[in-house]
């Protein structure tokens, strides 16, 4: 026995000594750029910790203070009432909804039509020569502007557009004032009848073969001449030997395009991997070619993404509510919305699911009104408890909107986060431009959110604006605490998007719009990393705590732990990775008692994380 301890020490020390070493290698490479600062630097080991709570503006509804509204039994109508106190739930809300679902840079975008469907030149009435273009199931068309709006197939070996594609001839009606394209209930017209309406009708082409196949050619053919192209009998026969041109040119028009889908079917936006109901339309614009979706409201509604399917009926019921409100005000003021957290985040399609559809069906036409208007129904992931003051979250004058204003609410969680940052990321962040050696709050709102934050050092005193600062340094909210300490190995501050947070319906203006192709991700969601101890360090950590679990076990555990948490590193950087080697390697220090409750803490993150951000899109 008394070799087999010997043993076990001597094994545990080794392990010891490996452990320290990993952890001084790991800290010595992301502390070094950090060392040594030069003259006119902040200290190396002055880092600004702030403690807040909450994700978002904070400004109406709190998506997840609803959620626990819901569990304590209150209805769609009370949760609505406590957080736009002095509100109406009327009925009468309808209606078609824009939504610029694509800015495509290069001048032109793909649509596909998996169960069909045609490109008009105009929704409804008379067409522009050689319009309308059927197109198949599976097919595709790509839609271009160079000053006039063209639609070509696509063709290669994604899709089998070339052959789902039906160009119609290039004719110019004989009556400008003819009467629009009816849908005929009868038989299909003859391929050649040029009076013929489509619609409803298969394209006169033989059997499509299944997507992501090439469309087959005779050998030696080139695809037939799009419209416009006259033919002549006496022209010599195409060269057998030449390239077939790449892609056909179909017709053109002065006009924006539009994309209609067969009866009960969706246009598909490849570039966005999503498909929408209604109808997209292609407008030319100052980034080029935009796709915007006009769509019923129930169904855009029905496509969102901003709570859980999961979640409660109330909670479901509440946010079509408030997102069907905040929909027709934007309509009224811009005639267009966004499908980002600019707006509401809307996905199409493919989000669709029974309980959000029922949620929506059981509301149909309810909106929220104060006067005998439509209200600003903003809304945010969760207000740490108690929600903002328009002033607090969108630097609007309070008493503009009186129903927006500072309400509490019960929660088992108000969400809250810490975060430290060197003060040299602080500086240059904010664009400090001397060595900074101070932050504090210089004044809150009502609720408690910073309004200013002073930056103090050698270059005076600086003011800058609460919201401005946390976009600036990535913060989940405006509602936190700030001091300032020493002696703390500063972590690297990670790069965030820049991104914009919710706007009130009446700024959503069309330059503003124009942001819908989303190029990185919105301030509320820049700091929304995942915890720093993930499920795998879990896995393999909880190893340690293990009753019963010796000397060598324990430290065994720790060693997988540690490498675990190397190569986990990417999820929140190196920082992230320092912070985690140094927990598992003193992880088998720790008494059990206190590891289990931290294994629950983290674990607990861990799944308000995931709840919050794997499955929607704000919350």
């Not at 569990?71 to 736009?84: C, E, K, P, V």
């Amino acid at each position: 026995m008394t070799g087999g301890s010997t043993t076990s020490s001597t094994a545990g020390r080794r392990l010891v000594a490996v452990l320290l070493a990993v952890v001084a290698t790991v800290g010595t490479v992301l502390v070094a750029p950090g060392a040594g600062a030069g003259p006119g630097q902040a200290p190396a080991d002055a880092v600004l910790r702030l403690e807040g709570r909450g994700f978002g503006h904070g400004v109406g509804l709190s998506q997840w203070g609803a959620r626990y509204m819901a569990d304590d039994g209150d209805d769609a109508a009370t949760i609505l009432d406590r957080f736009y106190p002095g509100t109406s739930l009327s009925g009468g809300g309808g209606g078609d909804v824009r939504v610029r679902v694509l800015d495509a840079g290069g001048g032109q975008a793909t649509v596909g039509f998996p169960q069909g469907g045609e490109i008009r030149s105009a929704l409804g009435g008379p067409q522009a020569p050689g319009f309308p273009v059927v197109v198949g199931p599976g097919g595709s068309v790509q839609l271009r502007h160079d000053g006039r709006y063209y639609v070509e197939a696509v063709v290669g070996g994604s899709s089998t557009a070339a052959a789902a594609v039906a160009w119609r001839p290039a004719a110019a009606p004989a009556n400008p004032q003819q009467l629009p394209c009816i849908p005929l209930l009868g038989p299909c017209p003859p391929a050649d009848d040029p009076n013929g309406c489509p619609l409803g009708c298969p394209p006169p082409l033989p059997p499509i073969l299944p997507p992501l196949l090439p469309a087959p050619a005779p050998p030696g053919t080139a695809p037939p001449p799009g419209p416009g192209v006259p033919t002549d009998p006496g022209a010599p026969a195409p060269d057998p030997g030449a390239p077939p041109p790449a892609t056909p040119t179909g017709p053109a028009s002065d006009s924006p395009l539009w994309a209609v889908p067969a009866d009960g079917g969706v246009t598909a936006v490849p570039a966005r991997e999503r498909s929408y109901r209604g109808v997209v339309q292609a407008v030319a614009g100052g980034n080029g070619l935009g796709l915007v979706n006009q769509v019923d409201i129930e169904r855009y509604l029905a496509g969102m993404a901003e709570v859980p399917t999961s979640w409660p009926a109330a909670v479901q019921q509440a946010q079509a509510i408030a997102a069907r409100t905040y929909a027709l005000r934007a309509m009224a003021s811009g005639g267009e919305l966004c499908d980002t957290q600019r707006c509401q985040v809307y996905a199409g399609a493919g989000r669709e699911h029974p309980n959000q559809t029922a949620a929506v069906d059981a509301t149909r036409g309810e909106v929220l009104t104060f006067g005998g208007e439509l209200i600003a129904a903003v809304y945010s992931a969760d207000a740490g408890g108690v929600s903002a003051t328009t002033f607090e979250g969108f630097g609007t004058p309070d008493g503009v909107y009186p129903y927006l204003t500072t309400v509490a609410y019960d929660t088992p969680d108000p969400l809250p986060w810490s975060a430290d940052i060197a003060l040299t990321d602080v500086a240059a962040r904010t664009g400090y431009g001397g060595t900074l050696r101070d932050v504090r709050i210089g004044a809150t709102g009502p609720s408690g959110r910073a309004l200013e934050v002073v930056l103090d050092g050698d270059a005076g005193p600086l003011t800058v604006d609460g919201r401005a600062f946390a976009s600036a340094l990535g913060l989940r909210s405006t509602l936190f605490s700030a001091t300032v300490e020493t002696g703390v190995v500063p972590p690297a501050l990670e790069a965030t998007a820049t991104g914009v947070a919710q706007a009130l319906p009446g700024e959503l203006v069309p330059p503003v719009v124009a942001e819908a192709a989303e190029v990185g991700l919105p301030v509320e969601r820049a700091a929304a990393r995942p915890p720093i101890i993930t499920p795998p360090v879990f896995a393999v950590v909880s190893e340690i705590g293990a009753p019963g679990r010796g000397t060598v076990a324990r430290l065994a555990a720790t060693a997988l732990a540690v490498a675990v948490a190397l190569a986990v590193s990417t999820v929140a950087g190196p920082a992230g990775t320092a912070t985690r080697v140094a927990a598992a390697a003193v992880a088998g220090a720790v008494p059990r008692g206190w590891w289990r409750r931290l294994r629950r803490r983290g674990e607990g993150e861990w799944r308000r994380w995931r709840s919050r951000h794997a499955p929607t899109g704000r919350a």
